[in-house]
């Protein structure tokens, strides 16, 4: 049974960071492309920050500059830091592991910048 779980969000004032961690079991995970997804309130999911397997990344172009994703493989871990954090990037984070024709979701973390 594959399972990807989120950690690290909630609510943080605008300019400060985050760190969100996205655990995955069921899978073999250094195969894996893992990605971060963001979905606000009556929008659709966009595509925030992805790293193949080789750890080749690609960002949004609203959070390059702000944003990191990396992988620990040897922890089946993806992470997420998030710097310089702005209203607009409150959102329901959600994990995504992808590979061929799978693609495995997490249930989402909620991060809400707001002074």
């Known amino acids: 049974q594959v399972q990807l779980v989120e950690s690290g969000g909630g609510l943080v004032q605008p300019g400060g960071s985050l760190r969100l961690s996205c655990s995955a079991s069921g899978i073999t995970f250094s195969i894996y492309t893992m990605g971060w997804y963001r979905q606000a309130p009556g929008k659709q999911r966009d595509l925030v920050a992805t790293?193949?397997?080789?750890?080749?990344?690609n960002y949004a172009d609203s959070v390059k500059g702000r944003f990191t994703v990396s992988r620990d493989n040897a922890k089946n871990t993806v992470y997420l830091q998030m710097n310089g954090l702005k209203p607009e990037d409150t959102a329901v984070y959600y994990c995504?592991?992808?590979?061929?024709?799978?693609?495995?979701w997490g249930q989402g973390t909620q991060v809400t910048v707001s002074s």
């Open positions: 790293i193949t397997s080789l750890s080749s990344t």
């Open positions: 995504n592991a992808a590979r061929l024709q799978k693609n495995y």
